[in-house]
């Protein structure tokens, strides 16, 4: 056998080296592919235990979080563009208002951070308003939106790093690392706020603060308190999307858990309580009924309502005062000329 030339010497050296990319890209490929298996396994465990826990309570509910399955995501973006649903639109108007000023008080490097992110279509006002925004960090549930939402935004902003994190903004987020110390805007639109009872809300706020850390500011979206003349058209749309938006939820569960629910005869119902400032919705059952969910019988009065999602109506100074309770400085509100709706500004 004759001795390897030195130019022969150096291809090998490159394809070895090129071999132990490949086969370290492998391996990696194949952690995340268990990573995401073992996360989808888990949250699929956790939606079960928490349909059968909230089915099984005197007063039965389902947790709203459950709504956005990829075809809950797409009638609720179906939803923001109906005429009686004001609070999108005129949420976009504020933020269009206001961004000038929230930018001109951004340091460099800033990173976004949204809790809730869904389509991240307000985002673009915030991101193209501040090009000192140089990373973005959407949290939720939904990996499908997430994954459109960055290939959109990279391609409209070269610039800016997208770096989605799937998962509940309850719990743990794992921020990228280097995110640490960077000035940190979090951003909580939509009135998802309104998803949680007073209580709640103080937790959540406390929850977010603790997250990004002092030094940043929260920018936070909420409905205002009005007639229920406005408020239950929103939550009970002529064209039944927000009915049919309800209803999926026992779609999800039917295909996720292998539930039997007979979606026909369940009725989608909004009430709002005014002294409260509560929308709350329900499904109510058309008829005294049997479901079964994972080997497990749950009984139905005719009447009987499963509660499924809150919104809860704020005053400016109500949402500010949750906001103090939480540990959390006052620094700006805004509405619209109509005050159907409150942007407001926090720092820590
Ligand atoms: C009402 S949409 C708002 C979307 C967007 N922020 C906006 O204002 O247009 C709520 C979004 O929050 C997500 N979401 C709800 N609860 C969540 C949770 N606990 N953790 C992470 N995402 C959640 C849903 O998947 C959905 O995309």
Not at 77 to 95: D, G, S
Request: with cysteine; charged share 25%.
């Amino acid at each position: 056998m004759s001795a390897k030339t030195p130019a022969q010497d150096q291809r090998a050296d490159a394809a070895s080296s090129e071999r132990e990319v490949l086969e370290r890209e492998v391996l990696e490929r194949e952690g995340l592919e268990r990573e995401v298996l073992e996360r989808q396994i888990l949250e699929h465990e956790v939606f079960a235990r928490e349909v059968l826990a909230g089915l099984s309570k005197a007063r039965k509910s389902i947790p709203c979080q459950y709504f956005y399955d990829e075809a809950g995501s797409l009638l609720f973006e179906h939803i923001t563009e109906l005429p009686e649903y004001y609070p999108t639109r005129t949420e976009l108007a504020i933020l269009r208002d206001i961004a000038p000023d929230i930018a001109s008080r951004t340091k460099p490097h800033a990173a976004l951070v949204e809790f809730g992110s869904g389509s991240s279509l307000k985002t673009e006002i915030l991101l193209s308003a501040c090009p000192a925004l140089e990373r973005y960090v959407p949290i939720d549930v939904s990996h499908t939106i997430l994954d459109s939402a960055k290939t959109r935004l990279e391609a409209k902003y070269p610039y800016l790093r997208v770096e989605p994190v799937i998962g509940d903004f309850m719990g743990e987020v794992k921020f990228p690392a280097d995110l640490n110390g960077l000035p940190k805007i979090g951003f909580f639109p939509g009135s998802t706020i309104g998803n949680f009872d007073h209580r709640a809300a103080v937790g959540l706020l406390t929850h977010f603060r603790a997250l990004l850390g002092p030094g940043s500011r929260l920018i936070v979206g909420a409905d205002l308190r009005k007639s229920p003349d406005i408020l239950i058209p929103a939550y009970d749309d002529a064209a039944g999307v927000t009915a049919a938006f309800n209803v999926n939820l026992l779609t999800r569960i039917n295909r996720e858990l292998g539930a039997t629910f007979e979606t026909s005869k369940f009725e989608h119902l909004a009430t709002y309580d005014i002294a409260a400032g509560r929308i709350d919705m329900f499904l109510v059952s058309r008829t005294a009924q049997d479901v079964e969910i994972a080997g497990h019988r749950f009984t139905f009065a005719e009447g009987e309502r499963i509660h499924t999602e809150i919104s809860q109506k704020y005053a400016v100074e109500e949402l500010q005062g949750l906001a103090e309770q939480a540990g959390w400085t006052i620094r700006a509100a805004w509405t619209d000329p109509a005050r159907l709706f409150s942007v407001h500004e926090f720092a820590c």
